[in-house]
Structure formats: structure tokens, C-alpha cells
């Protein structure tokens, strides 16, 4: 079997003689026909469209021509498989039916050459479509050989890091991201067709703010100033809302210099919005029809990702608060050594307050889990934050077990509300309960989707949070934010009642297209450097 590099060599010696035959390897351009190679693909396609076809005998000398163009990626006597962004067609190539030049083009095409033929349609002895081409051209000379197997590219990494090849190599990959780009689409139309307005804001901050994460830094060298990469657009959302701009959205990159998982890359994207005189129920229902009608897009166009999919976007979701889910997650893998109500309020009251009492009802309860409570609790004193932590650790993987259709195929989504106010640093205090604040956060199959809350538009309430951000990041606190004296001014100037949203578009579309891996849903993730 020839090495690499003798296949190299031999696509080299291809494309001199290409420029001998007077032909360029990789000539300036091509005008093409798109509707009519999308044609021909579809009738490929349409087995009852195929079978009218004449066959080669039958052909009419007044036929129309068609036009079939792209990347070559099979070679069978003289036929070859083209591949187009909507689809493969075949072309039967003889060197007969060309001009001498193009028969010397012929002899030099290589598969992921790209090329363009037109001619009639004729049917196959199989019954499958081709064009038989009466021109040939050569678009494209490729110099290095393709994957061994077209429909299987198999390393995963070197599907991520040589993404161009995935794309021309695995179509149903090219579908997803298809499939995005009609989720972002639908997304943006959702929200105009609601008065909101698309705006754009910094990328580069001066303070680190907006969300309790870890930023990347940077500097400007002219004005001698440090800056951070946005780990979200809020505070700059907000001081719009404050300028008058009721309803204003934001679709772009964000970044957070946190870890690298099938759920985590640094730089995301994300749909944020703000509405005035609106609150966080408002943006519940908001969010509910907005992935409906995202999801009915989705299934008219790609109905095959929803085939297989284990969630149900149709069907009725569920609002929890996040103390009855951490009750409800342990309560169902008790042992029966406790009482259930009483673990339950145990857990939601009082235990959270003592340590031991806490680690002895665990130990009881979820003995495998001890271990991972104390290092979860750790560093976690107040009521509030031991509860975000539990939750985190015992119940939010299981919500796709715990909610589900009535008939118990499906998980539904749940949104997850009254969230401790520790956790919440710019979201406005429950009336009920000042130890919660009036927010929720989407969870579908486990991974959080959305997170939405009341604003805090009280200054001094905001001044203080600020305050012990800054205090925490003082205390080694790396996620935790800068006292932004703007902001406090803005908000000086008065903030209506307003509820904002950010949604996870890269998480939205691993549960839309059913894909395992955030990585699945990135043209190009983030991979640590090719070792040359």
C-alpha cells in the first residue's frame, strides 16, 4: 500500500499535468448554477423521479442539459460520485464525450478533486440517477489523499481538529450545523417579531463582571489599561434598559477561562435579553414558547433529530423550586432508614445549619455520596450555599429521571426556581424570603440551558453585593466580580422592574439535534496544540 507521501507525490505529478493540458490545479474561480445542481440532487434523491429518466439508448439529442458540480469522492469505472452541500449525485464520464483538453483534464482527477460536469439525465441500469457529462472541468486539485472511509471518520480528536475533513466526509455532521444555524435564526425571529431589539455590546470590559466566572485577561497597550474577555453582556444590557431601550437581546461569543468538558468549551455563544416591567414567571412563559416554536422549525426541517431524541419539548414542563427537587432527589434514594418527610425537612431547614447532622442523614441516606458531600460543603457555610451546592451534587444529573411524560418515555423540561441569593449576586431578593431571589434556570437532560432572574434595581442592595464580591475575590475568589461604580450610577438613575435571560445556544442545540457532546455542535472547539 503506498505511504502518504507517495500519494502526495502522485497528486503533484497530477496537477503538472494538469498546467500541461493548459489547465490550472486550482484555476481562479467558478461561476455555478446552484438551483440546477440542487435539481439534479434532489431528483437523485426521488427514486419515482428516477425511474422516468430515459436511459443512456433513450436519450433524446434535444435533452436539457443539467449542471452537477463539487467534490469528487468516488471513482467506479466511469462514473463519479459528487458531493454537494445538499446531497451526492453521480456523473458518467467518458472521455469520448469531451473535448481533447477535458479528456486530458479527465485523466488527472483524483478523489476530493473538485469538478463540475453538465449533461443530459440518464437513468442506470441500477435505476439510480446520472448526468452524462458532454463537458468536464477540473475546479480543484487536492493534494492530500482523503480518509480511508468516507462515511466513518473514526478519531474523534482528528474530527474536531480537522473539521473541514468531518464536513466532506460525514454529511449527517454538516447537518447539525445546519441545523444551528436555523436554531439561531429562529431564535432572533422569536425575539423581533416581540418588539425586542438587537443591540451589540463590548467584548472587551474593564472590570470583570456580568457573571460569577473566571475571565481571560488581556491588555491594551495604547491606553495602558488591563481588560477582561465578557463572561457575559449584562451589565452593559442593563445599563440600556436604564437608557429607555424596554426590550433589547443580544446573540454573540462569550468567554469564561474554565474548564474543557463534554459540557464546558471557553468560548460560547450566547442569547441574552432584558425586559422591562416584566418578571422572571414572564420570561418562564417567554422561554417555553420560544424553544416550542424553535422546536416545531427544527422538526419541519430536520424531523431526524427529534426521532431519537430523549427529551420532549411538546410536552407540559415543569416548574420546581430548587429545595423541593434536592427533597424529592433524596427523598427517592432513601434507604427507609429515615422517614421521608422528615429527611426532607431536614434537608430544606435546619440540617444545612449543622455539618454533622448534615454528614450523619447523608451517611444514612447516600452513603456512596458522603465523600463528595464534605468536599462539596466545603468552604460553604451559609444556609443558602450549602443548598445550591447539594442541589448541584445529588440532584441536577437526575432531573431527567425524576420528570417525565406521563407515559414515562421522555424527560421533560424543569425549570428551577428561588435560587439561594449567595449564589444570585445581581438578582433582586424574594418578598418572601430574602434568603432567595426570584430566579430560575431551564434544565433539559441534566445540563442547564437558561438562567433568568428578577434584577436587582436597588443601588444600595446592588452596592453592597458588589462589596462582597469584591471581599470574596480579596479572599481568593477567582470567579467573583469587581465593584462597577458606573453601573451603581446607572442604576442611581433608576431601572424599571425588568427580568433578563441568558440562554445557552451550543447547549440548546446539543438537545434540539440530540448530540452528546458540546464539541459536536462547535465548528471548531477548543483542543489543546497539535504536537508536530
Known amino acids: 500500500m503506498a505511504t502518504e507521501e507517495e500519494l502526495i507525490a502522485a497528486r503533484r505529478r497530477h496537477a503538472e499535468a494538469l498546467q500541461e493540458a493548459d489547465a490550472q490545479p486550482f484555476p481562479k474561480g467558478f461561476v455555478g448554477d ?73 485523466k488527472t482527477v483524483d478523489l476530493s478533486d473538485h469538478v463540475a460536469v453538465t449533461g443530459p439525465l440518464v437513468r442506470t441500469r441500477t435505476g439510480a440517477l446520472t448526468v452524462k457529462a458532454l463537458t468536464y472541468q477540473h475546479l480543484g486539485k487536492a493534494l492530500l489523499p482523503p480518509p480511508a472511509k468516507w462515511h466513518g471518520l473514526q478519531d474523534v480528536e482528528k474530527r474536531y481538529r480537522e473539521r473541514y475533513v468531518d464536513l466532506f466526509a460525514n454529511p449527517e455532521v454538516a447537518e447539525v450545523f445546519r441545523a444551528r444555524s436555523l436554531v439561531v435564526s429562529q431564535l432572533r425571529q422569536f425575539m423581533e417579531a416581540r418588539d425586542f431589539l438587537e443591540v451589540e455590546t463590548p467584548i472587551l470590559h474593564p472590570l470583570r463582571g456580568g457573571a460569577t466566572a473566571k475571565p481571560f485577561s488581556t491588555h491594551h497597550n495604547a491606553l495602558d489599561i488591563p481588560l477582561f474577555l465578557r463572561v457575559a453582556p449584562e451589565l452593559y444590557l442593563k445599563r440600556l434598559v436604564v437608557g429607555g431601550l424596554d426590550r433589547v437581546f443580544e446573540i454573540g461569543r462569550t468567554f469564561r477561562n474554565e474548564g474543557v468538558s463534554s459540557r464546558h468549551n471557553p468560548e460560547f455563544s450566547l442569547l441574552e435579553a432584558y425586559m422591562a416591567y416584566a418578571t422572571d414567571e414572564t420570561l418562564m412563559d417567554l422561554l417555553e414558547d420560544m424553544l416550542r416554536e424553535v422546536d416545531h422549525a427544527l422538526r419541519q426541517r430536520f424531523p431526524g433529530f427529534a426521532a431519537e431524541r430523549a427529551v420532549d419539548f411538546r410536552s407540559r414542563w415543569e416548574r420546581k423550586r430548587m429545595r423541593e427537587i434536592l ?109 432567595f431571589v426570584d430566579r430560575f434556570e431551564l434544565f433539559v437532560e441534566g445540563r442547564e440551558l437558561a438562567n433568568a432572574f428578577c434584577e436587582l434595581n436597588d443601588p444600595d442592595d446592588q452596592a453592597e453585593r458588589f462589596a462582597a464580591q469584591v471581599q470574596s475575590r480579596e479572599g481568593g475568589d477567582e470567579e467573583a466580580m469587581d465593584y462597577d461604580h458606573d453601573y451603581i450610577r446607572a442604576l ?24 452528546p457532546s458540546i464539541r459536536d455542535v462547535l465548528l471548531f472547539p477548543l483542543l489543546k496544540p497539535e504536537h508536530k
Open 327 to 435: 427533597a424529592d432527589r433524596v427523598e427517592r434514594a432513601g434507604q427507609g432508614n429515615i422517614p421521608p418527610a422528615r429527611l426532607c425537612k431536614a434537608l430544606t431547614r435546619a440540617i444545612i445549619f449543622d455539618a454533622d447532622q448534615l454528614d450523619r442523614t447523608l451517611r444514612a441516606v447516600l452513603p456512596e455520596q458522603t465523600e463528595a458531600t464534605r468536599a462539596a460543603l466545603e468552604g460553604r457555610e451559609t444556609y443558602g450555599a450549602r443548598i445550591s451546592a447539594l442541589f448541584e451534587l445529588l440532584a441536577e444529573e437526575h432531573m431527567s429521571s425524576m420528570y417525565r411524560t406521563e407515559a414515562g418515555d421522555h424527560s421533560v423540561p424543569v425549570f428551577v426556581t428561588e435560587h439561594p441569593v449567595e449564589v444570585s449576586p445581581l438578582a433582586r431578593r424574594c418578598d418572601e424570603d430574602d434568603r
Open 492 to 515: 442611581r438613575h433608576g431601572m424599571p422592574p425588568t427580568a433578563g435571560i441568558g440562554v445557552g445556544i451550543d447547549r440548546l442545540v446539543m438537545a434540539l439535534c440530540n448530540q
Open 34 to 106: 446552484d438551483e440546477g445542481r440542487r435539481e439534479v440532487v434532489a431528483i437523485a434523491k426521488d427514486e419515482q423521479r428516477c425511474a422516468r429518466l430515459p436511459s443512456e439508448q433513450e436519450l433524446s439529442d434535444t435533452a436539457t442539459h443539467h449542471p452537477l458540480y463539487g467534490r469528487v469522492i468516488a471513482k467506479r469505472g466511469p462514473f463519479l460520485v459528487i458531493r454537494t452541500p445538499h446531497g451526492d449525485a453521480q456523473a458518467l464520464v467518458r472521455p469520448d464525450n469531451l473535448s481533447k483538453p477535458e479528456a486530458a483534464q479527465l
